[in-house]
């Protein structure tokens, strides 16, 4: 079998929220089976997004800041300045050895890449049974939330949205809302954390990260699929 070619990454810079997430989908609808997988480095102006579930109550004071509906999985995020975005245009059917990727396996290797590139800045990320994103492991901070995760997996195994890591940013918003559903959930970033690094260093390192644990096949299967 062929291995898929390596992601082709793309650096968007400063872009707004909604026009990015209508390329997604019009990148995704115009696909075919030959279609070379892409990673799309993004920062955006501050917005407030809601996943396909989401309750319209866990925002609480918006302050002005845009409310989008998408169509990813789960709850409500923020998404501003200082912020590495990675949206990850993938056909799940031709990344695995064999078949197609499974999505909680897609997720695992996802959350890896935060959990490997939070590790080379000497800070220990963690997952959260349940709760999708990567969390402070260790620390006054234990439990905070740093990087979080929601997807579009079609039904053809193609997928959109991603992953986003607070690198350094002004975190009043996070306030505003209930992150992920979660009251109370507190957010950090890598500077609240004592690193001091420059966004493109953090960006370039992630992508890196997730085409490296893309092109590995050592998550095991899961018992069932899991959609997002």
């Known amino acids: 079998m062929t291995r898929p070619a390596t992601p082709l990454i793309r650096e968007l810079g400063r872009a707004d929220y909604e026009p990015t997430f209508a390329a997604m989908r019009a990148f995704t609808d115009a696909r075919t089976p030959d279609t070379r997988d892409e990673l799309w480095i993004v ?24 409310v989008v509906q998408t169509d990813r999985g ?24 064999g078949g197609k990727l499974y999505a909680r396996q897609f997720v695992a290797k996802i959350e890896q890449a935060v959990i490997e590139v939070l590790a080379a800045y000497n800070l220990a990320g963690e997952r ?6 990567i969390y402070m492991a260790d620390g006054p901070k234990r439990g905070a939330k740093i990087a ?10 193609c997928t959109y949205h991603g992953v986003s890591l607070n690198v350094a940013m002004d975190l009043a918003p996070f ?14 970033d890598m500077r ?8 493109a260093d953090v960006q370039q390192a992630l992508a890196q990260e997730l085409v490296r644990q893309l092109a590995t096949a050592d998550v095991p299967a899961p018992e069932t699929e899991q959609t997002l």
């Open 43 to 66: 920062e955006h102006p501050p917005v407030f997004t809601l996943g396909l579930g989401a309750d319209h109550a866990h925002v609480l004071a918006p302050h002005g800041v845009p």
């Open 74 to 97: 789960g709850e409500v995020t923020y998404h501003g300045p200082g912020q590495v975005v990675i949206y990850l245009l993938m056909d799940l059917r031709r990344n695995k050895p």
């Open 128 to 133: 959260v049974a349940g709760a999708p994103g």
């Open 148 to 157: 979080a995760l929601g997807l579009k997996v079609r039904g053809n195994g």
């Open 175 to 188: 306030t505003w809302i209930n992150p992920c559903g979660y009251s109370g959930l507190a957010t950090v």
């Open 192 to 199: 609240t954390m004592g690193v001091d690094a420059p966004l």
